[in-house]
């Protein structure tokens, strides 16, 4: 496939709130199951050890209106869980046999009552995280909560879930994030070859589609978008960052790249991108699972800084690996970890220098001709800096 065709299919799956891949994958093999999770990590390997389907539920963006979720959540939070219970009550989400809650924020968590009380006869559950990277204490907590995923989904399938189905999993999975990494490092290099857009799309399409089908469409896309003959512009390089939870509209990435900007790197999407490098699949997998999360996951506003001196280390290390000229702050509305994180990232930027720019979006509505205006303005600025 070229860049065009794979870019299409990603769309349409982006777009198709029905789930209808989601569908056809549970149907091409009776007993099949589907658990959705929300941003923004759950272990997914303990899903497809059991045999299921991992569906990411990332909120309904600017492609519905929402009208029975505004009556279970009031209007000073964001949007995305009266998105997710729209998509719910109106029978969107039938295909899902359970649905999963990891620890975002109060919002994400009080959703997963919210959950129970809405559709009895569904699983789910909350994903709670340590808040101490001791192995020995944070460490056996997480254990011990992966354990208790484990010990439900085996039971939903009718038989235990294996260490070596566990492994099995871990190393198909070592394959897909090895695959986006290599996505990010050369959208870094090429930014003019492979848009944000597309390679949004391209994450997004890790939604719906097993890991075994993604992992090969990513590395075609690479392929594809290295031969194909785009324009480089001279564009400023941005690390886009606050965007973890709610994921801004496709049409607000659009317009941060058509103001001048090329992002280097971002925030969206970490259910694919939190554990940065490699799991040992060849040892006790819940605690292998275990000590990436505590020792080598990506650092977010949702989740707990225990040393206060590394705030922003995580962001500094995007700027500097990617040669990111500036930072754009583009947090959802009322998203309590991303704002109140945001004054401390700042100060550490302005320490080193690093011009950035901040605005809030909700998914389904950016503002696009302000920010795309703001955008440009900043993108100008970083030139002229540059240049001085």
């Not at 009556?71 to 939070?77: D, V």
């Not at 394959?175 to 930014?191: C, F, G, M, T, V």
């Amino acid at each position: 496939m070229n860049v065009k065709e794979i870019v299409a299919r990603c769309e349409a799956l982006f777009e198709d709130l029905r789930f209808n891949a989601v569908q056809q994958w549970k149907a091409a093999l009776p007993g099949r199951k589907a658990i959705g999770y929300m941003p923004v990590y759950v272990p997914h390997e303990i899903i497809h050890a059991a045999g299921f389907l991992p569906v990411g539920i990332f909120g309904g963006g600017d492609q519905i209106e929402v009208i029975q979720g505004d009556a279970y959540y009031q209007s000073y939070i964001c949007r995305i869980p009266r998105s997710t219970v729209e998509l719910g009550l109106s029978g969107r989400l039938d295909c899902l046999d359970g649905m999963l809650f990891p620890s975002v924020c109060d919002v994400i968590r009080n959703l997963s009552g919210m959950w129970q009380i809405m559709f009895k006869d569904k699983y789910v559950r909350y994903i709670d995280v340590p808040q101490n990277y001791d192995d020995a204490i944070g460490g056996t907590f997480y254990i011990s909560e992966m354990q208790h995923l484990r010990d439900d989904l085996g039971a939903l399938r009718g038989q235990p879930i294996t260490d070596a189905e566990l492994n099995a999993s871990i190393a198909v999975y070592n394959e897909n994030r090895k695959a986006i990494r290599d996505l990010y490092s050369y959208r870094a290099q090429k930014p003019w070859q492979a848009p944000t857009s597309e390679v949004y799309l391209l994450l997004r399409a890790g939604c719906v589609l097993p890991p075994e089908e993604h992992t090969p469409l990513v590395r075609a896309y690479i392929a594809a978008a290295d031969v194909e003959k785009r324009a480089r512009r001279d564009n400023a390089r941005v690390v886009m960052t606050g965007s973890f939870c709610e994921q801004p509209p496709l049409g607000l990435i659009k317009s941060i790249e058509m103001s001048g900007c090329y992002v280097v790197d971002d925030e969206f999407m970490l259910a694919f991108r939190w554990l940065m490098d490699e799991v040992p699949a060849d040892g006790n997998p819940l605690e292998e699972l275990s000590k990436a999360f505590l020792h080598r996951s990506a650092q977010s506003a949702s989740k707990y800084d225990d040393k206060k001196e590394d705030k922003g280390r995580y962001l500094l290390h995007q700027v500097k690996s990617r040669g990111a000229e500036g930072v754009i702050f583009a947090a959802p509305s009322f998203c309590d970890p991303a704002l109140l994180e945001r004054p401390m990232l700042q100060e550490v930027l302005a320490k080193q220098k690093i011009p950035y720019t901040a605005f809030k979006y909700a998914e389904n509505t950016g503002q696009m001709a302000p920010i795309r205006e703001q955008a440009g303005t900043f993108a100008d600025s970083i030139k002229l800096w540059s240049a001085a």
